[in-house]
């Protein structure tokens, strides 16, 4: 069968973790839908070209992921954008090695008869190879999908970086041989992208394995008095996840009444790109400690999860915590929001972020500091039928949402030529 399209990961490296799942959903949703697709991964994926998963040819190309960055290229590429394009200047070739020239390789060797390609994560300075080689026509294929997941307005560059999104955007309006389209997966994001880059954006749902997400409703417990609350986090420590306010919570909640009504789940798991941060290392030495002396009250989870583990933890649990930074997540998704909501859990999330927006008010609750989560834990405790009925209740409605047809649908919409 021909491939279609190709669904693009370029930090695709194993078989866990949320990019294996997501790309793998991407490629399987486009299959159901009769869309022949394939991958491209990262080399370091360890399997010989053309293996299958479930079905679907993955093919390792890219020598770097996404948040590797070949600087020297990104800088001539800028001043090229910058200065060379007003005076007919090429722009600098994306040479094999680089995440332009692996794409274009990678086309042409395995994906020959492709017409589509899907990309799911990209840095700034990706999206700039990809806007020069549509510019130049040098991708053989008729449409190229971006998902944009970043907050342009984050703290870093500021205006700058928005100023930089900007121009390498517009790129993609001197030809019309290659269709492009834009999407986030946020309305909060979606509206902040057509702000800034005047341009249609579209909202492309988070993708869900369903099969999972309905085995945990079904065996969802009921819930009684006797019973212990159970109060999740999942996800890697990360201080843009809140990992360092998991033992002040904890030791809160010990000091209260009703502890030993709660027990606590926490995945804990301190990456090497994390492990400098003190103050992360620091809440991990007491998490443990706190492990060992409150047994009956902390469970820790080490390490990566497999997603049977993952969907293990989400079934046992009942309410799952986002201590998240507001900074961080005014605009972004979270794909553990998502998952819990679309399992039937309770969530527990910062007020100001897309977290807290206003269609979740049934499945979640919202603090304005992280001082307050215990309170909302004992609040729950006291009112769990009904508050962790209500999250029940909408379960299906979330799951939908989160679907193959929906997904596809998305990426249908407004398309007269009806390619996808």
């Known amino acids: 069968m021909k491939t279609e399209c190709i669904v693009v990961d370029q930090s695709l490296s194993g078989f866990q973790g949320h990019h294996y799942e997501y790309t793998i959903a991407v490629a399987k949703a486009l299959q159901a839908a009769g869309i022949s697709a394939a991958i491209f991964a990262n ?5 010989p070209p053309a293996q299958t998963s479930q079905a679907i040819s993955i093919w390792p190309v890219f020598h770097h992921k996404w948040t590797d960055r070949d600087k020297t290229l990104f800088r001539r590429q800028l001043a ?16 094999t090695g680089s995440f332009g020239g ?20 990209l840095s700034f300075s990706q999206l700039l190879e990809i806007a020069v080689l549509v510019r130049q026509v040098q991708l ?30 517009k790129l993609f309006d001197h030809q019309s041989a290659i269709s492009v389209r834009f999407y ?98 620091q809440t991990q030495i007491k998490l443990r400690e706190l492990s060992q002396s409150h047994p009956q009250t902390l469970r820790l989870i080490e390490g990566i999860l497999s997603p049977e583990a993952y969907n293990l933890v989400l079934q046992q649990a009942d309410v799952i915590v986002l201590p998240y930074g507001k900074e961080e997540y005014r605009f972004r998704s979270s794909g553990i ?16 972020t897309s977290l807290a927006d206003p269609n979740f008010q049934t499945t979640v609750l919202a603090y304005e500091k992280t001082g307050e989560i215990p309170g909302l834990l004992l609040k729950i405790l006291n009112d769990k039928t009904s508050l962790l009925g209500f999250a029940q209740q909408n379960q299906k409605r979330w799951c939908e949402n989160h679907s193959d047809l929906t997904f596809v649908q998305a990426l249908r919409e407004n398309d007269k030529e009806n390619k996808l």
Request: net charge neutral; no cysteine; hydrophobic share 40%.
């Open 337 to 352: 929001l998502s998952q819990a909501i679309s399992a039937g859990k309770l969530a527990i999330v910062p007020t100001g």
């Open 184 to 281: 986030a997966d946020t309305p909060a994001l979606v509206a902040v992208y057509e702000k800034i880059l005047t341009r249609s954006f579209h909202l492309l749902p988070i993708l869900l394995d369903q099969d999972s997400l309905q085995k945990i409703a079904v065996d969802q417990r009921s819930f009684k008095d006797s019973e212990r609350l159970r109060v999740a986090y999942l996800g890697d420590a990360r201080r843009e996840k809140g990992y360092q306010h998991l033992a002040p919570i904890v030791q809160t909640v010990l000091e209260q009444a009703g502890a030993q009504k709660i027990e606590f789940l926490f995945q804990n798991h301190l990456d090497q790109h994390h492990g400098g941060d003190e103050e992360l290392v």
């Open 140 to 169: 053989p294929i008729d449409r190229v999908h971006l998902v944009l997941r970043q907050d342009p307005t984050e703290k870093g560059l500021g205006g700058l970086k928005v100023k930089i999104l900007q121009q390498i955007v």
């Open 80 to 95: 090229w954008m910058a200065m060379g394009q007003i005076f007919g200047f090429p722009p600098p070739a994306s040479p």
């Open 43 to 47: 080399l370091n994926l360890n399997l």
């Open 102 to 121: 692996d794409l274009k390789t990678g086309l042409q060797t395995y994906a020959q008869s492709a017409k589509e390609i899907f990309v799911h994560t």
